[in-house]
């Protein structure tokens, strides 16, 4: 008497799987470069080191008599350079939402050593 199994049934098992081709998404930075009036640059120079709380304060004395929350990050390079200024969010008249996603994901685009918050 001859056994019945699966293979006897329905035949060898012979399936060939399809195979899917893998996918990956691949984020690009993109970075813009703004040119600053000459008026600004003086006011502003690149090459300039922050070491002090009141250097930062002064940069960004027009805060104050802004009507709308603001909340800017600045970037550093390893000896306190500015290498970006970052305009994370901008409020309403008594807040600003502000997530650490946004404010750590620029930091690291730009391959910042140090971060400095600012906010009025």
Do not use: W
Request: with cysteine; aromatic share 8%; glycine share 4%.
């Amino acid at each position: 008497m001859k056994t019945i199994t699966i293979e006897t049934l329905f035949g060898p098992e012979t399936m060939s799987v399809p195979r899917k081709p893998i996918k990956f998404r691949q984020i690009k930075a993109v970075m813009e470069t703004l040119v600053v009036r000459e008026e600004v640059a003086q006011y502003f120079t690149a090459d300039r080191r922050y070491t002090a709380p009141n250097q930062v304060g002064e940069l960004f004395h027009f805060l104050r008599c802004e009507a709308k929350e603001h909340f800017f990050t600045m970037h550093l390079d390893g000896k306190n350079r500015i290498i970006c200024l970052d305009l994370v969010s901008v409020g309403s008249l008594n807040q600003s939402i502000v997530h650490p996603r946004s404010v750590f994901m620029t930091a690291c685009l730009s391959s910042a050593a140090g971060l400095i918050c600012v906010h009025n």
